[in-house]
């Protein structure tokens, strides 16, 4: 059983374009992360939310706790948002997508 | 600087020969936590700590043994490395609970064993 669920797996897209990736979990938390890896490995926490909407640059994240279901939207990609996103669920422990890889062409 | 550091950060080794990552935080986070990630699996849980003295298993504790003895440092021992343990492996640390608080990772270990 996949407590999280992500997609799509994978995305291309063109340079400009509005980018969505979702999320739905079956487990109950009080706030979901999104994490980016880059190629070369790193992982960074993007957001961390348990209600309505937050925004960073480009990025936006939206959850609907009663739904069990979040969003990660990218406006105007560019190819320097080629990278994995995941969306993490955590309880004490921690419940994984098993990520979205995103490519965006010039 | 805050960080979360990992040593080493790539390790070659043979089935059978215990060896240790070191994970190590700046920040005063009580909660750390050790990940493995496998291409098409994503990113599993192996152990969590909530605080000094406390570890918990996750998703994928077998083969693997913790410690948090001090509060900035929670290594990953593998007493008997098989191959099915080579693996991109994360530390992460928060500074109380995983479910309210950033998360924060090292760069990670990528362990191969032959």
């Known amino acids: 059983k996949n407590e999280v669920e992500q997609s799509p797996q994978n995305l291309t897209a063109q340079e400009g374009e509005f980018i969505t990736i979702n999320c739905s979990y079956s487990v109950g938390i009080s706030a979901l992360h999104w994490l980016q890896q880059h190629p070369g490995g790193g992982i960074v926490s993007l957001f961390m939310l348990s209600s309505g909407k937050k925004k960073h640059g480009r990025l936006i994240a939206t959850i609907n706790i009663q739904e069990k279901h979040s969003s990660l939207h990218i406006t105007a990609s560019h190819p320097r948002d080629s990278a994995v996103y995941i969306c993490?669920?955590?309880?004490?422990?921690?419940?994984f997508g098993t990520g979205t890889s995103l490519t965006v062409i010039p | 600087e805050a960080q979360v550091t990992q040593n080493p950060r790539y390790l070659i080794t043979v089935t059978g020969k215990k060896l240790t990552v070191t994970c190590s935080q700046n920040?005063?986070?009580?909660?750390m936590s050790w990940y493995r990630q496998d291409p098409g699996l994503g990113l599993r849980q192996i152990y969590y700590?909530?605080?000094?003295?406390?570890?918990d298993k996750g998703d994928v504790p077998e083969g693997y043994k913790v410690s948090r003895k001090e509060k900035r440092n929670f290594p990953l021992i593998l007493e008997s490395p098989s191959p099915n343990q080579t693996s991109l492996y994360f530390c992460?640390?928060?500074?109380?609970?995983?479910?309210?608080?950033?998360?924060?990772f090292g760069p990670g270990t990528r362990l191969t064993v032959l």
């Open positions: 993490a669920a955590p309880v004490n422990q921690f419940y």
């Open positions: 920040m005063n986070h009580e909660y």
């Open positions: 992460a640390s928060s500074y109380y609970r995983a479910s309210t608080d950033t998360q924060y």
């Open positions: 700590s909530m605080n000094v003295e406390v570890t």
